[in-house]
């Protein structure tokens, strides 16, 4: 998204939390979200998985067990996971994590409808 301004809510703290698979973001708003690795991976910004534009998405499956293994930040205003299967060229924006946070629920059973049509699995 990269649609940073000077009103974006920016962390203000990050927590990797390795036992639960969990990233919890606090944002300047007030705004705290946990999101799991297994969402972060399966909605990554990346090409591999967005595609070069609509309709060239590419499902991710079995990511269940995925774990963040470095989390490194990109200038100030981002962050690199790199995540257990080896996938690592998504850059979170502060906005993007931001707007997965917000529509963390909406987005998580758009993604399991799209897994069950399609007869994937979140198992490895």
Known sequence: MAGLTKDTPYPT???????SRRLEVAFSDG???MLSFEFLR?????AEVR???PGQEVLQ???????????EPVGNY????EFSDGHSTGIYSWDYLYDLGRRHDALWEQY??????AGGSREA
């Open 51 to 53: 595609g070069h534009g």
């Open 31 to 33: 705004a705290r979200f």
């Open 13 to 19: 703290d990050i927590l990797l939390h390795q036992q």
């Open 42 to 46: 399966v909605h990554s910004p990346s």
């Open 112 to 117: 399991l409808a799209r897994l069950a049509a």
């Open 61 to 71: 499956t079995g990511k269940r067990d995925v774990e963040i293994r470095a989390l």
């Open 78 to 81: 981002a962050l690199q996971p």
